[in-house]
């Protein structure tokens, strides 16, 4: 039976630690006493972030004993600046012993079909999604290896799973990101370093409603398709990070994060050529 990875007193990097899932993650980490990394864009977010995340830290089973302070920093990063992603491991160093675990969590969204979508746009998101979360894993792996305990999470989506009519660019992203991450997996195999894969269905972030959009795209157009993603995002992300983190916990290699995800993988594993044919018949006429 395989162990579970302990998390307490480790050392864990977290990209788009701002807000929604990056932050859940933080916080379930941070309850485990793991020490944080955070990184993102947005400073008064991982500000945030990381306060909540102090303040997480559950108490040893005497509950008057004083709880050690977490060691929590916060990194402004853009994951498609190749310089920036280069030099964090240094920054990491600089106030943290190691790297136990790299969550590549970062990561946006663009609505449209393939037509609709510019080249520029598509190539803004693969910069993030995935470009991003490749150098972070180049950046990171030598730390890794100098853990006795390494994991490296990476975080897909459903559509890396399943390809809906729509979301060429983000779905091809998030594809992307499972087959590096499945490839990892097999090449580190025998290491101290393990891999996961992660794909959360509807969690209720704000991507949707930060999601870019075509160019010409009418107002009410784009009104009318965030009003119908956002509905499908019913999660609370807080329950998304604990699944994440127990997932690292028990070494898993993939981790399906809410019924939808589990109930649509398992359709594609079912039907492979015809899932979204009988999906759409399951969705309200409206």
């Given amino acids: 039976m395989i162990s579970a990875m302990k998390l307490e007193n480790r050392t864990a990097v977290v990209t ?24 993102d864009l947005n400073d008064k977010g991982l500000l945030e972030t990381a306060r909540m995340a102090q303040s997480a ?19 402004h990063l853009d994951v498609a600046d190749r310089s920036a992603v280069a030099a964090f491991p240094q920054a990491v160093l600089a106030a943290h012993p190691g790297v136990d675990i ?4 970062a990561g946006v969204a663009i609505g449209g079909t393939f037509e609709a979508v510019s080249e520029e746009d598509f190539e803004w998101l693969f910069e993030i999604n995935f470009w991003g979360l490749v150098r972070m894993t180049r950046a990171f792996l030598p730390l890794l290896q100098k853990s006795d305990d390494a994991r490296l999470v990476n975080l897909s989506s459903i559509y890396g799973i399943i390809s809906p009519p729509g979301q060429a660019a983000y779905s091809a992203s998030k594809f992307a990101v499972r087959g590096f991450s499945n490839s990892l997996l097999y090449e580190l195999a ?40 956002k509905k499908a995002l019913r999660m609370p992300p807080e329950a998304a990070g604990e699944i994440i983190v127990k ?38 006429k409206s």
């Fill in 57 to 75: 830290q559950t108490r040893p089973g005497n509950a008057t004993a004083p709880t050690p302070a977490l060691c929590i920093t916060q990194h």
């Fill in 102 to 105: 790299l969550v590549n969590n």
């Fill in 190 to 229: 025998g290491s101290k370093v393990g891999v996961t894969v992660v794909h959360p269905g509807g969690i209720a972030t704000s991507i949707a409603d930060n999601a870019r959009v075509p160019t010409g795209m009418p107002a009410e157009e784009v009104a009318k398709r965030k009003a119908i993603a």
């Fill in 247 to 284: 997932g690292i916990q028990r070494r898993s290699p993939r981790v399906l994060v809410g019924n939808d995800a589990k109930f649509l993988a398992f359709l594609e594993r079912l039907a492979p050529n015809s899932y979204w044919k009988i999906f759409s018949r399951l969705l309200p």
């Fill in 16 to 39: 788009g630690a701002a807000s929604g899932i990056g932050r859940a993650i933080a916080f379930s980490l941070a309850r485990r006493g793991c020490n944080l990394a955070l990184a």
